[in-house]
């Protein structure tokens, strides 16, 4: 943990930190997508939540989303907790991770992406999240 991510802990206690996706590109990229506002939910397969319950999303708990390289970058709040196969998903939902502009779009790079970590079953069970930007840490003195 930096002491960034220290000092944050006393604004918001009991958040996690977590980075999006599995590349330094990727993760840019979706961190991009929240700023814009497109971005308002994320998933993880529910395996991923095994070891550590702790990381678990909570409804009304704040959690950092760092940089690749673990600097702070937004500070988040779920709204919503779903517990969800793969096959299960919505279009509603697959949209409002704000990475494609369809279902078969997000089944396709969601598909590959469990892939690429740790497997993939279309009847694998996700832990799909909502969330609200609650404050982008770019340029703020930390």
Same mark, same amino acid.
């Given at each position: ?11 918001? %206690? !009991?958040?996690?930190?977590?980075? $999006? ?15 814009? @506002? ?14 550590? %319950?702790? =990381?678990?999303?909570?409804?009304? @708990? ?9 600097? %702070? ?12 196969? $793969? ?14 502009? =369809? ?35 770019? !340029?703020?003195?930390?």
């Amino acid at each position: 943990m930096t002491d960034d991510t220290e000092d944050l802990q006393d604004i918001y %206690p !009991g958040a996690g930190t977590f980075r $999006f996706g599995d590349t330094p590109e990727l993760c840019q990229y979706l961190i991009g997508l929240v700023r814009q @506002r497109k971005k308002t939910a994320t998933c993880g397969a529910a395996s991923e939540f095994a070891d550590d %319950p702790d =990381s678990m999303p909570v409804v009304g @708990r704040c959690d950092i989303a760092a940089n690749w390289d673990g600097t %702070p970058a937004l500070v988040i709040r779920t709204t919503k907790v779903q517990h969800i196969r $793969f096959c299960d998903v919505t279009e509603e939902m697959a949209l409002a991770e704000g990475e494609n502009d =369809s279902l078969l779009g997000w089944r396709k790079d969601h598909k590959a992406y469990f892939k690429r970590n740790g497997g993939f079953d279309p009847e694998m069970m996700l832990v799909f999240e909502h969330f609200t930007l609650v404050e982008d840490l770019a !340029g703020r003195a930390l």
